[in-house]
C-alpha cells in the first residue's frame, strides 16, 4: 500500500474509533490498539509531511504553535434566544405560536447547556473552521482549539450535504472542572469561577496542547445549510447523530406545550444529577415550514424559546458599593449591580459584608461578579471574573467617614466591621432603633410600620423611642397619611405594648450583642432593670452564656447618660422593668431540654413560653440532650427520631402535671 493511501486509512479507521469511544461510549479497540495505531500514523505523517491535513486525529492533541485568534464573519447571523421564566410565559409564547396555524404544534425540548456557542463549518464532510459567537455577526476562530475536543468530529460519516454548518455548546463537565481548578490552585492560580468560564477560557488559550488536557465537551443542537434536506428540526438531529455528532440524548419531541412543561418539570430537578451544568430548556418549533413562517425578530426566532429555571448563581456587572449603616452604627457595604434574574427574582444589589470581603474577593466597581442566592433573602457577591476586568480598574477604597452624618468611621481589633460612633445624631441608626423597639418580636407596636416610624422622625415627632409614649393624637392627625382610625389603631398598639415583659422591653433597647435569648438570660438572672443598672461587669460576666463583649456592652449602655435619661422615660411612661410575677414562676424545669412538634391546642410560641417561665429550655432539633419531646397531633419524623434516640414523649396533659397544672394556661401578653 502506498504510503499516503495508509495514511488516509489510519485516518479514516482513527476517527471511527474516536467516535465510537467519546461519542458513542461504545468502544471497538483497546487502547492499546488505538495508541499502536496513532503512532504509525504519526510516523508516517513525520515522514511525509507533503500529506499534512489539520482534520488528521495526530492533531487532536493540538500543536506548540501558537495560538491566533483571527475573527471572521458567521454565513448565518448567531441569534440569541428569548427568556421565559414561567410556565404561564410558556403558554403565552404557544398561543402566539398556533396562532399562525391551526391546531397545536409540535416542538422539540432539548437542555438548554450553560457553556460556549460554536459554530462549526465543514466542507465536503471535513471541518473547515471552528468560530466562537462574537458579536453574533463575527466571531474568532478558535478551529486548532476545537480540533481538541473529542466529541467534535473532524470529518462526517455519509453522504451529508456541504457547506454545512452546525451550531452547538461547548461545556466543560463538573469532574474536568474540579480537576482544572484544583491544578490552578495548586499553582497558585485564581480558580475559576464556574464551568461555563473555565470552558470559555480553555477556548482561548493560545497553546492547543494545553486545551488538549482540558476535556471539553459538546453537544450538537442546530444544523444549518444551504438546502436543507430534511423536513423537521427533530430528523436534522437523527442526521447529525448518523453524522457523528454528540447529540444530547435527552431531546424529546414534544406533541404540545402540555408536554413540553412536563419535560420542563422533569428537568427542573432531574438537571441537578446530571455530570455538566444546565440553565434552562430549549424550546424550537419542530416542522421547518412553520419556523420558516414564523421568522425572526430582530435578535431572536419566533420559532424557539429559553426557558430559564431559576438559577443560584448569576453573573452580572458591578456598578457601584454604598454603605448602609445600620440602628448599632454597623456599616454594611452593598454592592449595586446591574439587574440580573436570579432564583426567580430580579437582584440589583447584593451584601458585600464588611472591608475585610472587599479585600479578599478584591472586587472593583466594573467588574463581572458572580451573585448566589444562599439561605438568606439578600443575595451575596461569591466571585470576580478577573479575565473580564476593564483596564485601570482600582481597588476598591472603604469609606471613612459615614455616609450619613460624616461622622469617623472606627473599627476596633476584633471586628469585621467598621461603625459608626454618632449613635445620637446619626439619623439611620436612630430610625433603625425605632424600627427594632417596635418590631413583632420585640414591643410588637403593630400599628406601626417602618415607614411611619420613619415619617415620624423625618417630622421631628419622635427623636427616641421614649417619644413614642406621649404622641398625641392631634399630633398624628398633623401628618398628611394618617386620618382618625389608624390614628386611634396606632395610639392603641403603642398603649398595648407597655404591657410587654421586661425581657422584651430589654431586647428591644436594641444594646449591641444582645439578642432575643441573651436579653432573656440577662433579664432572668437580675429580675429589674434597677438590679441591672447596679451590676458590675464581673456580675454580668457571671450569668451563664454572657461572655465579656456582651457584659461590656450591657454595663457601657447601662452608663450611657443619655441612656439613662431614656430608661428613666420608659420606666415613667409606664413600661414594665421588672420580671412580673408570671416571668419563672418557679424552676421545676431547671436543666431540661424539651423540644416540641406535631399540631398542639395553642401555638408553639405559648407552650415555649411556658417552659422557658418553669426554667426549662426550648430547642428546634431533637438529638441525644434532649430531655422531652411534646407532641401533638400529627406528628412526623421528629416523634420518629425521639422514639429512635429513646427520648421520653409527652403530650400537653403531661406537661401540665410536670408543671402542676391543670392544662397550660398562657400569658397572653406574650402574644
Ligand atoms: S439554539 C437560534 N439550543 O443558549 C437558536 N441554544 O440563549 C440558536 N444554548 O447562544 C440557539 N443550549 O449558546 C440552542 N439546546 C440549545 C442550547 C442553546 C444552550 C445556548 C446557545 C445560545 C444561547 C441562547
Not at 448518523?242 to 404540545?256: D, I, P, Y
Not at 461572655?547 to 447601662?558: L, N, P, R, T, W
Not at 415613667?572 to 412538634?597: D, H, P, R, Y
Request: aromatic share 8%; glycine share 6%; hydrophobic share 40%.
Amino acid at each position: 500500500m502506498k504510503p499516503n493511501d495508509r495514511i488516509l486509512l489510519l485516518r479514516s479507521t482513527l476517527e471511527r474509533y474516536n467516535h465510537a469511544y467519546y461519542v458513542l461510549a461504545q468502544p471497538l479497540v483497546s487502547d492499546a490498539e488505538f495508541d499502536h495505531l496513532l503512532h504509525e500514523l504519526q510516523d508516517l505523517e513525520a515522514q511525509h509531511p507533503e500529506f499534512f491535513d489539520a482534520n488528521s486525529p495526530t492533531q487532536r492533541v493540538g500543536s506548540d504553535l501558537s495560538n491566533e485568534f483571527v475573527s471572521a464573519a458567521h454565513r448565518y447571523p448567531m441569534l440569541s434566544l428569548g427568556n421565559v421564566y414561567s410556565a404561564e410565559e410558556l403558554q403565552a409564547f404557544d398561543e402566539r405560536v398556533c396562532k399562525q396555524f391551526d391546531g397545536t404544534v409540535e416542538y422539540v425540548c432539548e437542555l438548554k447547556f450553560d457553556g460556549v456557542s460554536i459554530s462549526l463549518i465543514y466542507e465536503r464532510g471535513q471541518l473547515q473552521q471552528a468560530l466562537t459567537r462574537g458579536d453574533g455577526i463575527r466571531g474568532d476562530d478558535v478551529t486548532v482549539n476545537v480540533r481538541t475536543i473529542r466529541t467534535i468530529p473532524l470529518a462526517l460519516q455519509g453522504n451529508v450535504p456541504s457547506p454545512l454548518e452546525m451550531r452547538g455548546e461547548i461545556i466543560l463537565p463538573h469532574s474536568s472542572f474540579q480537576k482544572m481548578n484544583e491544578e490552578r490552585i495548586a499553582n497558585g492560580e485564581p480558580a475559576f469561577a464556574n464551568p461555563r468560564n473555565a470552558a470559555a477560557g480553555t477556548l482561548k488559550l493560545l497553546d492547543s496542547q494545553q486545551v488538549a488536557k482540558r476535556r471539553l465537551d459538546n453537544f450538537a443542537y442546530h444544523l444549518l445549510c444551504e438546502e436543507m434536506p430534511f423536513a423537521t428540526h427533530y430528523e436534522s438531529l437523527q442526521a447529525a447523530q448518523a453524522f457523528g455528532f454528540k447529540v444530547s440524548e435527552h431531546t424529546r419531541l414534544c406533541a404540545n406545550i402540555a408536554e413540553v412543561i412536563d419535560f420542563i418539570k422533569h428537568w427542573d430537578a432531574a438537571r441537578k444529577s446530571l455530570p455538566y451544568d444546565t440553565d434552562g430548556v430549549v424550546v424550537k418549533v419542530n416542522n421547518y415550514a412553520q419556523q420558516r413562517a414564523l421568522g425572526y425578530t430582530a435578535k431572536t426566532p419566533r420559532w424557539a424559546v429559553a426557558y430559564k429555571f431559576a438559577a443560584e448563581q448569576a453573573s452580572t456587572t458591578l456598578l457601584a458599593v454604598s454603605y448602609q449603616v445600620g440602628r448599632t452604627g454597623a456599616i454594611t457595604p452593598v454592592a449595586n449591580l446591574e439587574p440580573v434574574q436570579l432564583a426567580g427574582t430580579t437582584v440589583k444589589r447584593a451584601s458585600l459584608h464588611n472591608a475585610d470581603q472587599i479585600q479578599l474577593l478584591d472586587v472593583r466597581v466594573g467588574d463581572k461578579v458572580f451573585v448566589e442566592k444562599g439561605g438568606e433573602i439578600i443575595p451575596k457577591i461569591v466571585g470576580v471574573d478577573i479575565s473580564l476586568r476593564p483596564a485601570h480598574s482600582e481597588p476598591l477604597r472603604y469609606i471613612t467617614h459615614c455616609p450619613e452624618c460624616g461622622a469617623a468611621l472606627v473599627r476596633s481589633n476584633d471586628e469585621a466591621k467598621h461603625y459608626c460612633p454618632n449613635e445620637e445624631n446619626c439619623p439611620p441608626q436612630i430610625v433603625g432603633k425605632i424600627i427594632h423597639f417596635i418590631s413583632r418580636k420585640a414591643m410588637n407596636i403593630d400599628g406601626l410600620g417602618e415607614e411611619t416610624a420613619e415619617l415620624f422622625y423625618q417630622k421631628g415627632l419622635v427623636k427616641t423611642v421614649a417619644d413614642l409614649y406621649s404622641i398625641s393624637k392631634e399630633a398624628l392627625l398633623q401628618l398628611e397619611r394618617i386620618a382618625e382610625k389608624s390614628a386611634e389603631n396606632i395610639l392603641q398598639s403603642i398603649a398595648k405594648s407597655k404591657t410587654m415583659t421586661f425581657e422584651r422591653v430589654l431586647f428591644a433597647l436594641g444594646i449591641r450583642y444582645v439578642g432575643e435569648t441573651t436579653a432573656k438570660t440577662i433579664a432572668r438572672a437580675f429580675l429589674s432593670l434597677d438590679a441591672l443598672q447596679n451590676a458590675s461587669i464581673e456580675e454580668l460576666q457571671a450569668v451563664d452564656e454572657v461572655g465579656e463583649q456582651i457584659a461590656k456592652s450591657v454595663y457601657d449602655f447601662m452608663h450611657n447618660p443619655k441612656n439613662v435619661l431614656l430608661l428613666f422615660q420608659l420606666r415613667e411612661a409606664g413600661l414594665q422593668m421588672e420580671c412580673s410575677a408570671n416571668v419563672l414562676i418557679n424552676n421545676v424545669l431547671q436543666g431540661k431540654t424539651f423540644v416540641i412538634t406535631g399540631t398542639l391546642s395553642q401555638p408553639r410560641e405559648a407552650f415555649k413560653a411556658r417552659i422557658e417561665q418553669c426554667g426549662g429550655k426550648v430547642s428546634s432539633t431533637i438529638s441525644s440532650a434532649t430531655n422531652y419531646l411534646l407532641a401533638g397531633e400529627k406528628a412526623g419524623s421528629k416523634l420518629a427520631k425521639a422514639k429512635q434516640l429513646g427520648v421520653a414523649v409527652i403530650d400537653e396533659a403531661q406537661l401540665a402535671a410536670m408543671i402542676g397544672e391543670q392544662s397550660i394556661t398562657t400569658d397572653k401578653q406574650l402574644f
